[in-house]
């Protein structure tokens, strides 16, 4: 995965991210909201392109839906482990109950875990999220 610190003092300023989900609608909002931040693809075809496409563009920020045609957030966190993923991941849901649960899931596999984002959520709460982020880049999880 690429250098963060070697890519100059912007790195933080302007995390990048890739979404993880298979709703064409919420991947245009997060598009929309991320504008230049976003990098790589958006829909996969399986668990085994996410991996990939983790490992190939190195986000700092998985956005990732909970429920994915074929698997879920728990699987591709459990991918991510695996292959020393070390950037962060926001799970995001309309199952409100879900959310707590899937995120305690990646601390518990040693992912930096953002705070989740409960859909329907607003553009500012996702700008907040990467402010807080740029400024107090979380510590990888030991």
Do not use: W
Request: charged content about 20%; overall charge negative; some cysteine.
């Amino acid at each position: 995965m690429q250098d963060k610190t070697t890519a100059g003092d912007d790195a933080h300023d302007h995390p990048t991210c890739m979404v993880v989900d298979d709703d064409p609608a919420l991947v245009q909002t997060l598009q929309v909201i991320l504008k230049n931040r976003r990098i790589g693809p958006s829909a996969f075809a399986g668990l085994d392109d996410v991996v990939a496409a983790c490992r190939r563009n190195a986000p700092d920020i998985v956005f990732l839906d909970i429920a994915l045609s074929g698997f879920d957030a728990v699987d591709v966190i459990q991918a991510l482990a695996r292959h020393g993923y070390g950037g962060a991941v926001v799970v995001v849901s309309g199952l409100q109950s879900l959310l707590h649960q899937v995120t305690r899931v990646g601390e518990h596999n040693g992912l930096v875990m953002l705070p989740p984002l409960a859909k329907p959520f607003r553009a500012h709460q996702v700008e907040q999220l990467l402010r807080d982020f740029a400024q107090h880049p979380p510590a990888p999880v030991a």
